[in-house]
């Protein structure tokens, strides 16, 4: 096992809306899971990603229930197709859809938009079942951090460059978790 330096991380903050859930059905029975369920899943490496796919999550699933016959979405008929590739938000979707492991989840670099900028062109989270389709597109509203997105791309970052970065993550977690799902994500 390779051994990482553990990141500096600062004290842990309480979740904004901690009770909101996301809703799926399998066989019958209704799953709910909440933020900190993404968390526990994922682990303490990628809140802000966990938080945009709770978010992306939280915007598609009642639309795609609407569109169901019967008001419900099937945790396994959700397939997923986004040009985002971190981790937290694989998790997230992994933990509530089983998407991953059914071979329903797929990153495709080609659906980014880089006509947004740098900063929101790989905000974009295509969710569907057998009955509907939805695409999640992150809105243009100052939920990440331009700082963000150039320290995470940036290479041999220093101690408190790899310490500011977690600050980062936990910030962009809050600005996304305090609004409704629909003050986060447009629908297409």
């Known amino acids: 096992m390779a051994n990482h330096p553990t990141p500096e991380r600062p004290e842990p903050t309480p979740i904004p809306n901690p009770t909101r859930t996301l809703t799926v059905w399998e066989d019958g029975v209704q799953l709910d899971f909440t933020f900190a369920d993404c968390m526990k899943y994922h682990g303490p490496g990628f809140p802000g990603g966990v938080a945009h796919a709770f978010a992306a999550l939280g915007r598609a699933l009642p639309e795609l229930a609407a569109r169901s016959g019967n008001g419900r979405v099937e945790r396994r008929d959700i397939r997923v197709r986004t040009p985002f590739g971190g981790p937290g938000a694989r998790d997230a ?60 791309a940036k290479p041999d970052k220093t101690a408190a460059e790899l310490a500011h970065l977690e600050v980062l993550k936990l910030e962009m977690r809050d600005r996304i978790l305090e609004r409704d799902p629909d003050r986060v994500y447009d629908l297409e």
């Open 93 to 152: 979707f992994e933990l509530v859809t089983r998407a991953v492991t059914g071979e329903r989840y797929t990153v495709l670099p080609e659906l980014a938009r880089p006509e947004r900028g740098n900063t929101l062109a790989r905000y974009v989270f295509e969710l569907s079942t057998p009955e509907a389709s939805v695409t999640c597109v992150l809105r243009d509203d100052g939920i990440v951090a331009d700082e963000f997105i150039e320290l995470t």
